[in-house]
């Protein structure tokens, strides 16, 4: 017992280090095994999905990629503070002295009939008015196992102390977007815009600086994307000549400088030079805010589209003060394949390290996706309750695609590949985003007959008129009712069921309201499939060790409750036989 005790005591201190170091966050409940197998966002959040889908199957020879040249776009700044605890050394994370891999939450309580873009609060729900909701949310996100969440809407002229106490003391941290929408919201014509933005972007950081729950800031939402406009509002500004059709068809989208010849060349370089451009200006402000004492992270959130890998390879060393480059990636249940893996593609690229800023599919099968050579429907006449058999809600798939990409992002981190984690979409269902302003295939009013007011023909209108919708396209949408769920999205063919269902992608469904504005949540599958990923499992050598520790704790307690009744048993013995000899007759 005594050889045996020391042996296992002699793995555990051998082993005791690795399992240390292994520990993959700050928090007390990181994994330290490997997983296994949108917030209301800016307007347009998900209509570049079209582009995106593209995106992943664009391809580029070996010679293209080795002809491309470019600087390096490592940062030239000290990347850690005295006081904030967070530090980025190389491509790797660390918060409170521990590697730290993002296991984040794409975060927007949207209450069920709000529109958080013709509202208010305008998708600022981090007012100390709507604690109710964190109070709902952040212990089952803790419980979850989650270690960061991200915001998209966040008003200036508010105070939002409250929400970050709150979220510091569920053990959580924050990447705050700084709102820029897009230019309907943030109008910019001249440098002088451009300037106004990025110092007000800096008082930002500057006002929540020592605060410990935040993470980082991002510098607007997908804001290379063309829906947003503020790639159209550079160009106009500097003058590039950038033409933003696809290659294919004259324009500059896509351009991977086969041609070199092509006005591209130059046009490209100009856009891109002026939008990095703007963005090192915000975050080089910010880092000046924070001083020395301060660290926090600095970046933008791009979209998956126009070849972003290749633009951060050629023109990074614009964009020298962000800290790392960060994207919203939707190329199916991986992030792509061989040479279209988005996560080697940047790792590749930049001295950077890279951060999925929203990955994963939504939960519904949807029979409109269906296409094939002989059979391809369009528009869409199915709804979530008249639905193709065998079609409908499929948390299985939802919770199998989110956990192949999750487990993918947490090999990568352990690879050494520059990936810093990701944040899941969403952590609720999103019914606003159906509605008349957000999805990209609806069916639309034929203006031409219809009276005043707009909308006389949507379906079921007597004259309504299926050649009015897009591609695809569900005849109940744009949807009227934004109590009402419906499958409103686009056509994708990288997801399951070849369709993107806007408001599905939560890992809570939203039950409905229940007196107050705080709706009840409903966990998914993923949720649970998440939980066990996330969520701290011992090491195998550990879990041996305790395993022999009980064994051997048994087996020596047996052994003394052995040896006392053996005792007692050979003196009671001795006794009666003393008894018996000291009675027995003489004789004998």
Excluded at 172 to 184: E, M, N, P, Q, W
Excluded at 361 to 385: L, R
Excluded at 455 to 467: A, E, G, L, M
Aim: proline share 5%; net charge neutral.
């Amino acid at each position: 017992l005594g050889v045996a005790a020391f042996l296992s005591l002699f793995l555990l201190a051998a082993h005791g280090s690795d399992y240390v170091k292994n520990q993959d966050g700050a928090s007390k409940k990181q994994p330290t095994t490997a997983p296994t197998p949108k917030e209301s966002s800016s307007a347009g959040h998900k209509a570049g999905h079209k582009d995106s889908a593209g995106a992943h199957k664009q391809r580029e020879s070996a010679s293209q990629q080795a002809a491309v040249t470019h600087k390096s776009d490592k940062s030239p700044r000290k990347q850690n503070g005295t006081k904030s605890g967070i530090a980025l050394k190389g491509k790797k994370l660390h918060v409170d002295g521990q590697e730290f891999f993002m296991k984040g939450v794409a975060y927007s309580p949207v209450p069920l009939g709000d529109d958080p873009l013709y509202g208010a609060p305008y998708g600022d729900y981090f007012t100390d008015e709507f604690s109710a909701f964190w109070v709902r949310d952040l212990p089952l996100l803790n419980s979850m196992g989650s270690n960061s969440i991200r915001t998209y809407a966040w008003n200036t002229t508010r105070d939002h102390t409250m929400f970050l106490d709150m979220v510091h003391s569920n053990d959580v941290k924050v990447a705050i977007t700084y709102f820029l929408g897009s230019t309907l919201q943030t109008p910019i014509s001249s440098k002088e815009d451009l300037e106004r933005v990025a110092q007000d972007f800096a008082h930002q950081v500057a006002k929540y600086k020592d605060h410990p729950a935040i993470l980082g800031w991002s510098f607007g939402n997908e804001i290379n994307g063309g829906w947003n406009g503020f790639v159209y509002a550079l160009d106009g500004i500097f003058q590039c000549g950038w033409d933003p059709l696809p290659v294919e068809q004259g324009g500059c989208m896509n351009f991977d400088y086969t041609n070199k010849t092509s006005p591209c060349v130059k046009s490209v370089e100009c856009l891109y030079k002026s939008l990095f451009g703007w963005i090192d200006r915000a975050a080089h402000l910010a880092h000046e805010a924070l001083g020395e004492e301060y660290y926090r992270l600095m970046f933008a959130t791009f979209a998956d589209v126009d070849q972003l890998h290749l633009r951060i390879k050629m023109f990074g060393h614009y964009l020298p003060n962000a800290d790392l480059w960060a994207a919203q990636v939707y190329r199916g249940k991986t992030f792509g394949e061989g040479e279209q893996d988005f996560l080697l593609q940047v790792d590749n690229s930049s001295a950077k390290p890279l951060a999925i800023t929203e990955y994963g599919v939504d939960s519904y099968k949807d029979s409109c996706g269906i296409c094939t050579k002989k059979h391809c429907p369009t528009p869409c006449y199915n709804t979530p309750t008249n639905e193709t058999k065998g079609y409908g809600e499929d948390q299985k798939t939802h919770a199998e695609w989110v956990a192949a990409l999750s487990g993918r992002l947490y090999s990568t981190w352990q690879n050494g590949k520059g990936v810093l984690g990701g944040f899941v979409m969403a952590w609720i269902d999103e019914a606003w985003k159906t509605t008349t302003h957000f999805p990209t295939n609806i069916c639309a009013d034929n203006t031409k007959k219809a009276k005043k007011g707009g909308w006389k023909y949507h379906y079921p209108h007597k004259k309504f008129d299926p050649k009015t919708c897009d591609f695809k396209a569900h005849v109940e949408c744009p949807n009227l009712n934004i109590w009402k769920p419906s499958l409103c999205g686009q056509f994708m063919p990288a997801f399951p069921d070849h369709y993107l269902n806007e408001g599905f992608f939560g890992i809570n469904k939203v039950k409905g309201v229940d007196g107050t504005d705080v709706n009840e949540l409903e966990q998914k599958l993923v949720y649970v499939v998440l939980q066990d990923m996330w969520l701290p499992k011992e090491d195998p050598i550990i879990e041996w060790h305790k395993a022999a520790t009980a064994t051997l704790m048994a087996a020596t307690i047996s052994t003394i409750f052995i040896t006392i009744w053996a005792c007692q048993r050979h003196f009671s013995l001795k006794a009666a036989v003393s008894a018996v000899h000291a009675t027995r007759d003489p004789v004998y």
